[in-house]
């Protein structure tokens, strides 16, 4: 397993947007613990299928990357990590030329990569090795049958997910310009897994919602052309560089609370659908069997969840979102809600649903965040894995926030696995406690 990194740095709170709904009630600057965005190319590379991630880093960034892969063994693997060796770090070698070579080898030994994606990590950026530069200069080479993109998933200020928003921002530049009097298209920010994708795409036929994309596309060549007819609905709730790219473009943002749970999933489409003009009555009648769906399935949860206290360290960004599903749909109680950074325009909508008195925190002071949560005695705690086995040893229940990500939660047909993710540590707590 994967030890989460600890960094010593300020995490001033990073929204350009103006403020909207409530405000945090601790803003935290201190020692934190995540992982680096480099994480989040464990679940981008299945996402675009004709992808390759090269990250130009260390030996430290490849052994985060293949303990963070676990044990998953790929015949025909879609990412790895070209090493900065020590002389390249002392000048002694023309890390340019290094870096074409290693390209070239790759490039030629997978004639199925259409888009080679170099990510920028600490150690190339210290060195200020500019992949941005080195991509131009590849993409001459290469295109158009493959095209060299690159982005920063370096990990000093960062959290996991925003490697995936550094991503989605580098490929809105690779989109085409839509044009004024292009037809109204829909695009879906945010990395969905296909079988999500499959059921959201399916109701936004049923409702007539034509041209819809989601980004990251599977393959890099179905990029969608954005433009001013171009409404984008945000997915996750970590997309803030992305949104400011598409906004760029001339798209407008559709805000919505996110679509997890019942009510976080219809109140998702249904800003869509009025964004689209659907009809009110074609909206109920698509969404009605989902929504009964969902609340059905989470019925069975209401047990284990109901009257729980959870608390939220910081880590994957969807804290306020998972806390308002948890608070509104499964009852459980909440104690703190951490998050790295609050985007706030995009977050207003969940913070409007929250409960008055819970705390909400932005950053991270991460042993002052222990005593709180010492203090709050929580039934559950999701945090990263760093501090999640302590925990554990101390008797507490406790939910991995990088499982989140990794597992499909959104949508109606997957509001009772949500529920589940939660009920499990607590079940396994509930069966491990002895009676003496
Ligand atoms: Fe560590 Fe930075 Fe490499 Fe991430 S990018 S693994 S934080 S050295």
Redesign the pocket.
């Known amino acids: 397993r994967p030890t989460s990194?600890t960094v010593l740095s300020n995490t001033a709170a990073r929204c350009d947007a103006p403020a909207a709904g409530r405000e945090p009630t601790i803003h935290q600057r201190g020692q934190h613990e995540v992982f680096?965005g480099?994480t989040s190319i464990i679940w981008l590379h299945r996402k675009m299928q004709d992808a390759f991630f090269l990250i130009v880093?260390?030996r430290?960034?490849a052994h985060?990357m293949q303990s963070a892969a676990g044990v998953m063994i790929f015949a025909e693997p879609r990412f790895a990590t070209a090493i900065i060796e020590e002389r390249d770090l002392s000048g002694m070698a023309d890390l340019h030329d290094e870096l074409d070579a290693v390209v070239e080898r790759l490039l030629k030994r997978r004639p199925d990569i259409k888009m080679l994606v170099l990510v920028g990590?600490?150690?190339s950026e210290v060195i200020k090795l500019d992949l941005s530069r080195a991509a131009e200069r590849l993409n001459r080479e290469h295109a158009p049958d493959r095209r060299v993109i690159a982005y920063s998933?370096?990990?000093?200020e960062t959290t996991f997910t925003q490697g995936e928003d550094s991503f989605l921002a580098t490929l809105v530049d690779e989109c085409p310009v839509a044009e004024a009097d292009a037809a109204p298209s829909l695009v879906v920010a945010g990395s969905l897994a296909d079988v999500v994708e499959d059921q959201f795409s399916r109701i936004f036929q049923a409702l007539g919602i034509e041209n819809v994309a989601f980004l990251p596309t599977r393959r890099s060549d179905r990029l969608p052309a954005i433009g001013p007819n171009t409404r984008f609905l945000l997915a996750q709730p970590f997309l803030n560089e992305a949104a400011k790219k598409l906004e760029r473009r001339g798209a407008t943002h559709i805000p919505a609370l996110f679509p997890l749970g019942e009510e976080g999933t219809t109140a998702w489409l249904k800003a869509a659908s009025d964004a689209f003009g659907v009809d009110p009555a074609r909206f109920e009648a698509v969404t009605a069997p989902g929504r009964e769906r969902a609340r059905k399935a989470l019925e069975s949860y209401a047990e284990t969840l109901s009257g729980k206290r959870i608390f939220f360290f910081p880590d994957s960004q969807l804290e306020p979102a998972l806390a308002r599903f948890l608070s509104r749909e499964a009852g459980m109680g909440l104690t703190e809600i951490g998050s790295p950074y609050l985007h706030r325009r995009h977050l207003a909508a969940e913070l409007d649903l929250l409960p008055e008195d819970v705390v909400l925190s932005e950053g991270q002071d991460v042993e002052r965040q222990i005593d709180r949560c010492h203090e709050a005695d929580p039934d559950l705690i999701v945090c990263g894995l760093g501090l999640a086995n302590p925990f554990e040893a101390e008797g507490y229940a406790t939910k991995w926030s990088i499982e989140l990500v990794f597992t499909p939660i959104q949508g109606y047909e997957q509001a009772g696995d949500l529920a589940e993710l939660f009920a499990r540590p607590l079940r396994r707590r509930a069966a491990l406690k002895v009676e003496v």
């Open positions: 990194q680096c480099l880093g260390s430290t960034c985060l990590s600490c150690p998933g370096s990990g000093i």
